[in-house]
């Protein structure tokens, strides 16, 4: 199913809302197929790039879930997944939309002055408990690289 078909706003009419001078398309996402107009005319055409979008998207996200527990960008590449299935899908323009705006929410809270002081004080805690731990760890055992131990 298409943007046009279930009456949803698709890139098009947007478009021509900007062009017109309508302001209307800032405030209102445009959802739907972002697909080019020759490929949304032609149903089995639009069909297939919706199975090629979906497929690359896939792959994206295959790859940011293998890389969560490797060292690498793992949540930027499961993100860069969801985009690309947001080229095509509304469900996923609509978990991006709620991931946007949650981590807009977090990074306000972030800043706030209070939070801030909050966690500067339980940092500075527990940079001061794990160099009592190293502390008592050296004083009892000594400073012995693994490659030296004599067994």
């Given at each position: 199913?298409?943007?046009?078909?279930?009456?949803?706003?698709?890139?098009?009419?947007?478009?021509?809302?900007v062009a017109t001078g309508g302001d209307a398309s800032a405030?209102?996402?445009?959802?739907?197929?972002?697909?080019?107009?020759?490929?949304?005319?032609?149903?089995?055409?639009?069909?297939?790039?919706?199975?090629?979008?979906?497929?690359?998207?896939?792959?994206?996200?295959?790859?940011?879930?293998?890389?969560?527990?490797?060292?690498?960008?793992?949540?930027?590449?499961?993100?860069?997944?969801?985009?690309?299935?947001?080229?095509?899908?509304?469900?996923?323009?609509?978990?991006?939309?709620?991931?946007?705006?949650?981590?807009?929410?977090?990074?306000?809270?972030?800043?706030?002055?209070?939070?801030?002081?909050?966690?500067?004080?339980?940092?500075?805690?527990?940079?001061?408990?794990?160099?009592?731990?190293?502390?008592?760890?050296?004083?009892?055992?000594?400073?012995?690289?693994?490659?030296?131990?004599?067994?």
């Open positions: 199913m298409n943007a046009e078909s279930d009456g949803r706003r698709g890139a098009d009419e947007a478009g021509s809302q405030k209102e996402p445009v959802w739907g197929s972002r697909a080019p107009r020759f490929i949304r005319r032609s149903r089995p055409l639009h069909l297939s790039w919706q199975v090629g979008v979906f497929i690359v998207g896939l792959g994206v996200v295959v790859l940011g879930v293998i890389l969560l527990p490797l060292p690498g960008p793992g949540w930027l590449v499961i993100f860069a997944g969801m985009a690309i299935w947001a080229t095509e899908f509304v469900w996923a323009q609509l978990v991006l939309a709620w991931t946007k705006r949650k981590v807009t929410e977090a990074a306000h809270r972030a800043l706030d002055p209070r939070v801030r002081r909050r966690n500067l004080i339980l940092t500075t805690i527990a940079v001061v408990i794990c160099a009592v731990a190293l502390s008592a760890y050296v004083w009892k055992f000594g400073i012995v690289m693994p490659w030296k131990i004599e067994q």
